[in-house]
């Protein structure tokens, strides 16, 4: 039968909506945004339709809004209740993750889609709960952000809205006012938040100041990396500055490379108990420089690894650096400033301590520490007496002073059995690689950096403790392995992913039906 | 107090014949409701109808005026319930629940009602949670329709579409005896758009004179013979006049050319979905002109034979754009087809994806390939050739590089510092059989908590532990929200619990509202509500129901009370049911109510005192242990500029509202001692400040004391 067939439409029929995705993690205001667009287009002689889906996955998960406009026309268009890949013009991410999320989800398209996002990091729980470094790179996102979209604008508007005392969903439409990317002007947005009626003058100095910051840095700024230049300034009596001077000469002396770190390692250990101890965190990390001359390498990793390690092992988190990190003047100052307390406004300080027989034992002279440790009734008398949560108020002379008292004890800490104890595994384990370095040098280096797996206090010290065990326990097997260096790595990693080490377990199982090194074929 | 006001959008509901209403869909249909004179509401909180029963709170006033009753039902059975009283008065009413969970709980009244029949109009208004940001099983509202013969609206997802339906519905179901459900979509729900308001009706009947004058009629009870009756009249009487009021009043709409090679038939609610498609592909304008022939079905059930079988008369092929499982549409269309001796070819699910949501993606490709298959002339060339390259820039592959952000419980939450302290009872009792239910609670199921074994429908926990109730050396937990107590656990739970002896452990977190809803008041709740009993503890109720062993804890942030309560309940000798009812505020509606509170106190000058906590950055070694014991979104992680550590440490954000989660689980899990509580005083009293000055200068004294003898580092 004869059908009249019209000839196709030439292309898409949509091309003069506005399509509009945004990108939020719940509670983030992302309804507030939709709401102002839809204001915005009307006020402004556009058709606009929004929607969203509220409901349980707004708890703090990943939520998407969507919008879409078009200038008012003889009757009402058909448009879409949802993006749909390849085909969105602007989105707004409200974190850096989510523009990522935009990405995945096929919504940014190159030479078509403006991708505004906020350069802040909301980290997902996944990447706050490893035990180690579970935080997720954000070069590959903003890598992708630039190549995906036609212009990819952030800024960190989370900060720019606290700081302007307003909440992202204000400078994330002043970027997009910023952008251009809508067809109204920056007043007719203004006037949009001021119909709003709620907390007017702070939305708009926040809109004002994400609307100034995408037209001023077109891409992303870089997150700082932790570097090794230190603001350096020191006071104190003379003599000690004096005494401290030459140290810092003998780290300088040490080989180029590890420099830096000793400088900072050398710190961390005079802050922590006196210049004495610096001169024997130096002698530990010289001990090690030593062998960079027979080893004849460039970089003197293993100096390097040394310095770090070694000053993260002598400063150790004792009762009486706890309480004197708590009771110093640096330490309120910064819990004030962290808070945000105004001067015209109190500060009460409450510490959070759950002390244990453990740490009692650990501030006696050794003997008597480790006489009580030995007899269980002793113990447990301590024990009894002193495990308990402490609520300790420091802005009060009542909780003060006791952490000043111990604090005090910082003279005597060589006696204690605390010092003993962690000088012996010291010890023990710098010994492990001084044995190694001369034969296996990337060994050692990989030895010294498994002090990152003790950390922590009580049954968590302990569970960092076994893993470092568990880990050097695979030495005997790795020792005559040119690929040895790189197990050991392996098996650190795999201690940091989580907290029962069930990936180490299986990383153990791996290197124990590891082969004796295999002949290189050819 | 429910979590979003919608106090001044309601305003628009007592705008009159000709002016504009805009707003979202969840308006439109409470102002649909006015305009069509209904006597009664009611229904059951749940997204997307959540935030309706927000609207209906929120208008009380305004429906009162009317003379509409409005009743907060119990459970989505009881709101179902309500609607007998359409069965012997010739009363409109409407009432609304999420489906299709709530059409499950309801499903008893519904069957009841559907078989007696009803003279006044009843409207059931479904909430599909479907697709993206759905948080039930995936199943369809159809099939309801099908089983009890109800008929089953899917309006074209725009605000006049769904007003008109509302108004249809009501007629619809007093045409034909029979109640009407209008299924509205989640996205249709919060869609905002516009349409033309009528006039607001007062109810032809309310429900004073109807309950003043008590009627009644054997026929209509479902009981034999009546039963049998029924089934006929359902077939023989309802459903002919449901098929003739369809065709005549033109419920279905026909879009396009009149004839053509091929043909798309939706369901109303894929209309928008459908021209989408179509406008990418050049094959309809921006108002929906398509160039090929729809037919929409706004009236999903039943299906009108006649009108099918025209449309498909002379085409060589017609796509059924159905969305869910089965395809009960098309399934129905192909037996109507055959046995109407068409030859239509009948495409559907094959073409398009038999599972799962609809999307544009979806549409766009299933349109493609069943024009390139049947109307190939109608594609845009490049859409022609298959094999055409792809032109499309290879982007970089992000798979692994994005977290995955499942909800998860709010900042300062009550309920996490209880499932905090059933991990610190796992590390001391070892693992245990854990039965959650349906609520905020279920987040444990996720990271960092992981707990929680099944969940199998709302106030069902603990009687989906019942399996379990044998001699073992380990008790199973169940665990049920205030929410899901009221509306089902009492009886099927508790009860059950009771009379069987059951030697498990109840928790029962009790939050003041039905927080996963949206923060509706419930019996338990402490609020004050001028319309609603509250304030009914859920203590006496068990106790009332015959549990012997109940707790009461009335912090839940005690980490510590937790803990040991709970430990107490799986080591008691005691058997029965043990029921620890946990109970603090639900912090999001806390911070809503005492927020701007404390904002005007500190603007007038009072005393207020707001903690906040904070991490010692020095103090924390990096290794997370309290983050994987709470998981809020205030403790975060943060880098240190130190070369010396690796790992970052944990760190407080502006958005702590100091609930004390933090400190209480360093205690109790023996984790740090990195924690502090910083209380800040606004507008201090004289005579503290004098006090706070002087112990600080004694302070400052031993710190510049100590700090003389000693080199002090400026970082």
């Not at chain 1, 990396?225 to 000469?249: I, M, W």
């Not at chain 2, 409005?70 to 059975?77: I, N, P, Q, R």
């Not at chain 2, 359409?86 to 009602?113: E, I, M, Q």
Request: charged share 25%; with cysteine; aromatic share 6%.
């Amino acid at each position: 039968m004869n059908v009249h067939v019209e000839p196709a439409k030439r292309g898409d029929q949509t091309g003069g909506v506005i399509k509009i995705a945004i990108l939020a993690v719940g509670g983030q205001g992302g309804g507030v945004v939709t709401a102002w667009l839809i204001d915005l287009a009307e006020a402004n002689g556009y058709y606009a339709q929004s929607t969203s889906v509220p409901g349980v996955a707004q708890r703090t998960g990943a939520t998407v809004y969507y919008v879409e406009m078009v200038p008012e026309g003889e009757r009402a268009p058909i448009l879409s209740l949802m993006p749909s890949p390849g085909d969105v013009d602007i989105v707004l991410a409200a974190e850096l993750m989510e523009a990522g999320r935009a990405i995945q989800r096929g919504f940014v398209t190159p030479g078509r889609t403006t991708l505004i996002a906020s350069s802040h990091r909301t980290y997902a729980v996944s990447e706050k709960a490893a035990p180690g470094l579970g935080i997720l790179d954000r070069e590959p996102v903003l890598e992708a952000a630039e190549q995906a979209s036609l212009r990819f604008l952030a800024a960190d508007l989370d900060t720019l809205a606290i700081k302007n005392g307003s909440v992202i969903s204000s400078s994330l439409f002043g970027a997009l006012a910023g952008s251009e990317a809508l067809p109204f002007p920056r007043g007719a947005f203004e006037d949009t938040i001021r119909r709003s009626g709620k907390g007017v003058a702070a939305s708009l100095a926040a809109f004002a100041a994400g609307h100034d910051a995408v037209r001023t840095a077109e891409s992303a700024p870089a997150e700082t990396a932790p570097t090794a230049a230190a603001d350096e300034a020191v006071s104190g009596p003379e003599a000690l500055r004096s005494a401290y001077a030459a140290l810092l000469a003998r780290a300088d002396a040490l080989p180029e490379g590890a420099a830096a770190m000793a400088r900072r390692g050398l710190q961390k250990v005079v802050d922590f108990q006196d210049v004495a101890y610096g001169a024997d965190y130096l002698d530990r990390v010289e001990a090690f420089a030593a062998h960079e001359i027979t080893a004849g390498r460039e970089g003197a990793s293993l100096t390097e690894a040394a310095a770090k390690a070694i000053a993260n092992a002598m400063a150790y988190d004792d009762v009486i650096r706890v309480a004197d990190l708590k009771v110093r003047a640096s330490r309120m100052a910064r819990v004030k400033r962290e808070v945000g307390a105004g001067e015209a406004e109190l500060l009460n300080v409450t510490e959070y301590m759950h002390p244990r027989g453990e740490e009692v034992c650990g501030m006696l002279p050794a003997r008597l520490g480790a006489a009580i440790e030995k007899r269980r009734w002793a113990f447990d008398l301590v024990d009894a007496a002193v495990n308990r949560g402490r609520r300790i108020r420091t802005d009060r002379l009542r909780g003060f002073l006791p952490l000043y008292l111990v604090s005090a004890m910082r003279p005597v800490r060589r006696r204690l059995l605390r010092h003993r104890i962690e000088v012996a595994h010291l010890e023990d384990w710098l010994a492990t690689a001084h044995r190694l370095a001369p034969t296996n040098y990337d060994l050692a280096v990989e030895v010294l950096r498994c002090r990152r797996l003790v950390k922590g206090y009580s049954d968590t010290h302990a569970r960092g403790l076994s893993k470092f065990d568990r880990v050097l326990s695979a030495l005997p097997l790795l020792e005559g392995r040119p690929d040895g260096a790189d197990w050991l790595r392996r098996l650190r990693e795999a201690a940091l992913v989580d907290e029962a080490g069930t990936q180490l377990d299986g990383a153990l199982k791996t290197v124990a039906t590891l082969d004796a090194p295999s002949v290189p074929a050819g | 107090m429910a979590e979003r006001s919608f106090a001044k959008e309601v305003e628009q509901l007592k705008i009159g014949a000709g002016e504009e209403f805009r707003g979202e869909g969840i308006l439109a249909i409470t102002k649909a409701l006015l305009q069509c004179g209904v006597s009664y509401v009611g229904g059951y909180q749940g997204a997307p109808i959540s935030h309706l029963m927000d609207v209906l709170a929120d208008a009380e006033e305004i429906m009162s005026d009317l003379g509409v009753h409005l009743e907060a039902s119990a459970s989505e059975a009881a709101a179902c319930a309500t609607l007998a009283a359409s069965v012997h008065y010739p009363v409109r009413g409407a009432v609304a629940w999420k489906s299709t969970v709530g059409t499950n709980v309801a499903s008893d009244a519904l069957a009841n009602l559907a078989s007696g029949g009803v003279k006044g109009g009843a409207l059931i208004i479904v909430g599909e949670d479907y697709g993206e940001g759905s948080s039930i099983m995936q199943e369809r509202s159809h099939s309801f329709a099908m089983k009890s013969q109800v008929w089953l609206i899917d309006p074209r997802p725009n605000l006049e579409t769904i007003v008109k339906s509302v108004e249809d519905g009501f007629a619809l179901s007093e045409a034909t005896n029979t109640p009407v459900m209008l299924e509205v979509r989640i996205r249709s729900c919060h869609v905002h758009g516009r349409f033309i308001a009528k006039d607001n009706q007062r109810p032809r009947m309310t429900m004073a004179e109807a309950v003043e004058n008590p009627q009644r009629d054997t026929a209509r009870i479902v009981l034999p013979p009546a039963s049998f009756m029924h089934e006929q009249e359902k077939v023989r009487a309802r459903w002919p006049k449901a098929v003739e009021f369809v065709k005549a009043r033109k419920l279905n709409e026909f879009f396009g050319p009149a004839e053509g090679k091929v043909g798309i038939i939706c369901q109303g609610g894929m209309f928008n979905g459908v021209v989408r498609a179509l406008q990418r592909l050049g094959l309809a304008d921006l108002y929906g002109r398509s160039d090929v022939p729809i037919y929409c079905l706004n009236v999903t059930y039943p299906l009108i034979k006649d009108e099918i079988v025209d449309f498909c008369a002379g085409k060589d092929a017609v796509l059924v754009v159905e969305e869910g499982q089965p395809e009960h549409i098309e399934q129905a269309i192909g037996d109507m087809l055959y046995k109407s001796g068409g030859t239509v070819k009948l495409e559907g699910k094959g073409i398009l994806p038999m599972a799962g949501e609809y999307t544009g993606t979806v549409m766009l490709n299933g349109f493609t390939d069943f024009l390139r298959t049947y109307a190939p002339e109608l594609l845009p060339p490049q859409e022609r050739s298959p094999n055409a390259p792809d032109a499309r820039i290879e982007l970089p592959d992000l798979a692994g590089k994005v977290p995955m952000r499942p909800p998860g419980f709010c900042t300062g939450c009550p309920e996490r510092p209880i499932f905090a302290a059933m991990k610190l009872v796992e590390k001391e009792l070892g693992e245990h059989h854990i039965a959650a239910d349906i609520g905020c609670h279920l987040f444990s199921s996720m990271p960092p908590f992981n707990l929680g074994a099944t969940t199998m429908g709302y106030g069902l926990g603990p009687a989906s532990a019942s399996a379990f109730n044998v001699k073992a050396k380990k008790r199973p937990i169940s665990v049920m929200g205030d929410g899901g107590f009221w509306h089902n656990g009492l009886s099927s739970s508790v009860g059950n619990a009771v009379f069987n002896q059951q030697d498990g452990v109840i928790l029962v977190v009790d939050n003041y509202y039905s927080a996963a809803t949206g923060g509706q008041d419930i019996l338990s709740s402490r609020a004050d509500n001028k319309s609603r009993s509250t304030k009914h503890p859920i203590t006496e109720a068990v106790r009332g129901v015959g549990v012997g062993w109940v707790r009461q804890i009335d912090r839940t942030y005690d980490v510590g009370k937790m803990r040991d309560t709970l430990t107490e309940a799986l080591t008691t000798d005691e058997t029965g049911p043990k029921v620890i009812v946990a109970s603090s505020e639900c912090m999001l509606n806390r911070q809503r109510r005492e927020k701007p509170l404390a904002a005007k106190a500190i603007k007038d000058g009072k005393r207020l005192v707001k903690p906040r906590f904070g991490v010692d950055e020095d103090v924390c070694t990096g290794d997370h242990a309290c983050i994987r014991l709470s998981g809020c979104p205030s403790l975060s992680v943060k880098r240190l500029d130190d070369p010396l550590r690796d790992d970052p440490v944990a760190a407080i954000d502006s958005s702590c509202v100091g609930c004390g989660n933090c400190g209480e689980v360093a205690e109790a899990a023996v984790l740090c001692p990195s924690f502090y509580q910083a209380d800040i005083v606004h507008n201090p009293r004289r005579l503290e400040t004098r006090f706070a000055r002087w112990r600080g200068g004694v302070i400052a004294w031993l710190q510049r004391r100590r700090d003389a003898r000693r080199l002090v580092f400026a970082r």
